[in-house]
């Protein structure tokens, strides 16, 4: 079992920057991908970005592509999401995901690739 517990949600306002953090415990000795997903208010869940298990690798939904930033420390066991330029627009619960499968044939793209999931953070950005 993995926990993945996610910080750094807020309030923010428009054109300001975050960090998300997401920290795993648990048998984290086994490497994940790793993902980010958001979920807007009578919206679905829908992806945001992902990371392979050694991090060479990332891949962004093309409407953050050019602000947000994927990234992971393994030592710490913990995956970041660096937001610019906020926007009212991404206002949502952010979750981060972690999949024992292999970051290959764009199948993190879809929630059911992965195993594990926080709680979630909000972000609220005010214009």
């Known amino acids: 079992q993995v926990q993945l517990v996610e910080s750094g949600g807020g309030l923010m306002q428009a054109g300001g920057s975050l960090r998300l953090s997401c920290a795993a415990a648990g048998r984290t000795k086994s490497s994940y991908t790793m993902g980010w997903f958001r979920q807007a208010p009578g919206k679905e869940r829908g992806f945001v970005a992902a990371i392979s298990r050694s991090g060479d690798s990332t891949s962004y939904a093309d409407s953050v592509k050019g602000r947000f930033t994927i990234s992971r420390d393994n030592a710490k066991n913990t995956v970041y999401l660096q937001i610019i330029s906020l926007k009212p627009e991404d206002t949502a619960v952010y979750y981060c995901?972690?999949?024992?499968?292999?970051?290959?044939?764009?199948?993190?793209?879809?929630?059911?690739?992965?195993?594990?999931w926080g709680q979630g953070t909000q972000v609220t950005v005010s214009s």
């Open positions: 995901a972690a999949s024992p499968r292999p970051f290959s044939s764009n199948a993190y793209y879809f929630a059911s690739y992965y195993d594990y």
